[in-house]
């Protein structure tokens, strides 16, 4: 369960603060639980009355403060959600005004600030009495490997299972957007049974992401030797470039021959200590230890410069008159030759 789980657990028990500040580089967690406020804290006759919706760009602190204070209208909270707070603190006084509302916060009011792409300098005198009044939430970016356990742990929490390939085809497709991500799952959520064991041909069948020609598929045909079943997916997805855009294979494969070279410069190369050294799930050190097999180190160097040459070659230089199909068809006869 991750901190702001358990955060919204808190909240569900009657744990309640009067001032959430949100921040950081993850968007999802920081709307994850603004929206659990917005939608659970007060009861829907209270929303109209006691519940404010405002945007830092719209709205000044000793306003802001001002309506804190204030005493709510039927209830026994009101709830002030001030989203986009990155662009409410422009002057020396805007923190003045919140320190000094922090030294006495009104137990009537609970105060959320959405701190988006942002975090408090934690040496202020401003963060410290957050700590002591209330919740500082910093919501941080997912590596690939964290976002493969956070799909794991919420199809759990959905009440399903899935298989480490379909979590990774999701993660191809869609990035480490878990805003994007969290929307396909909770859309298979709603199809599949209940305890339903998610696998590449459900993903396939409900998201649109083929099974068997997908980023997944390449690195594994790449990492393996099987030419052939490269050159397919290639072709594949030359022949659908909008849903397989070449600079997203291009950086995947990147990253895949980057890992590589992390390990072949290991010196203690067992399954869970090259995963935490590479930031990989230790599922798919085995691919590594495959790939390490037919690709040296030497070739790996090399097959990097190619991948930057070809990344060049996607965003118009240096490609002349190359279609995405010759640049990929080019790529992939470097690197497995």
Same mark, same amino acid.
């Given at each position: 369960?991750?901190?702001?789980?358990?955060?919204?657990?808190?909240?569900?028990?009657?744990?309640?603060?009067?001032?959430?500040?949100?921040?950081?580089?993850?968007?999802?967690?920081?709307?994850?639980?603004?929206?659990?406020?917005?939608?659970?804290?007060?009861?829907?006759?209270?929303?109209?009355?006691?519940?404010?919706?405002?945007?830092?760009?719209?709205?000044?602190?000793?306003?802001?403060?001002?309506?804190?204070?204030?005493?709510?209208?039927?209830?026994?909270?009101?709830?002030?959600?001030?989203?986009?707070?990155?662009?409410?603190?422009?002057?020396?006084?805007?923190?003045?005004?919140?320190?000094?509302?922090?030294?006495?916060?009104?137990?009537?009011?609970?105060?959320?600030?959405?701190?988006?792409?942002?975090?408090?300098?934690? /040496?202020?005198? +401003?963060?410290?009495?957050?700590?002591?009044?209330?919740?500082?939430?910093?919501?941080?970016?997912?590596?690939?490997?964290?976002?493969?356990?956070? +799909?794991?742990?919420?199809?759990?929490?959905?009440?399903?299972?899935?298989?480490?390939?379909?979590?990774?085809?999701?993660?191809?497709?869609?990035?480490?957007?878990?805003?994007?991500?969290?929307?396909?799952?909770?859309?298979?959520?709603?199809?599949?049974?209940?305890?339903?064991?998610?696998?590449?041909? &459900?993903?396939?069948?409900?998201?649109?992401?083929?099974? @068997?020609?997908?980023?997944?598929?390449?690195?594994?045909?790449?990492?393996?030797?099987?030419? +052939?079943?490269?050159?397919?997916?290639?072709?594949?997805?030359?022949?659908?470039?909008?849903?397989?855009? &070449?600079?997203?294979?291009?950086?995947?494969?990147?990253?895949?021959? /980057?890992?590589?070279?992390?390990?072949?410069?290991?010196?203690?190369?067992?399954?869970?200590?090259?995963?935490?050294?590479?930031?990989?799930?230790?599922?798919?050190?085995?691919?590594?230890?495959?790939?390490?097999?037919?690709?040296?180190?030497?070739?790996?160097?090399?097959?990097?410069?190619?991948?930057?040459?070809? @990344?060049?070659?996607?965003?118009?230089?240096?490609?002349?008159?190359?279609?995405?199909?010759?640049?990929?068809?080019?790529?992939?006869?470097?690197?497995?030759?």
């Amino acid at each position: 369960m991750n901190e702001a789980h358990l955060i919204i657990e808190d909240l569900k028990n009657g744990v309640i603060k009067p001032v959430y500040f949100l921040s950081g580089e993850e968007p999802f967690f920081i709307d994850q639980i603004s929206q659990y406020i917005e939608n659970h804290l007060l009861p829907e006759t209270a929303k109209g009355f006691d519940q404010m919706i405002v945007y830092g760009l719209d709205v000044n602190l000793p306003d802001l403060i001002l309506q804190a204070r204030r005493f709510p209208m039927i209830g026994d909270k009101q709830v002030i959600i001030v989203k986009e707070a990155q662009h409410l603190f422009k002057k020396k006084s805007d923190h003045e005004a919140l320190e000094s509302y922090l030294n006495n916060p009104a137990d009537t009011t609970v105060l959320v600030f959405n701190y988006k792409y942002k975090k408090l300098d934690k /040496r202020k005198k +401003i963060y410290k009495q957050i700590l002591k009044q209330g919740v500082y939430f910093e919501s941080k970016k997912l590596y690939e490997s964290d976002t493969l356990k956070w +799909i794991v742990a919420t199809v759990k929490q959905m009440g399903h299972s899935i298989d480490m390939k379909s979590a990774q085809m999701l993660i191809d497709f869609l990035g480490t957007d878990l805003a994007k991500i969290y929307n396909e799952l909770n859309k298979l959520n709603i199809i599949i049974s209940p305890n339903t064991a998610i696998t590449p041909e &459900i993903v396939e069948k409900n998201i649109g992401i083929s099974k @068997d020609y997908n980023n997944f598929e390449l690195k594994s045909a790449i990492a393996t030797g099987d030419y +052939i079943k490269a050159q397919k997916i290639i072709n594949y997805f030359s022949a659908n470039p909008k849903e397989h855009p &070449i600079v997203v294979t291009v950086a995947i494969l990147y990253n895949f021959f /980057r890992d590589l070279f992390v390990y072949h410069s290991l010196n203690d190369k067992s399954q869970y200590a090259a995963a935490k050294a590479m930031g990989v799930n230790p599922y798919f050190v085995k691919e590594y230890q495959t790939a390490a097999r037919r690709y040296p180190m030497k070739k790996v160097t090399r097959n990097i410069a190619a991948l930057k040459s070809a @990344d060049l070659k996607s965003k118009g230089l240096s490609s002349g008159s190359m279609t995405q199909k010759d640049i990929l068809n080019e790529l992939l006869f470097v690197l497995m030759h």
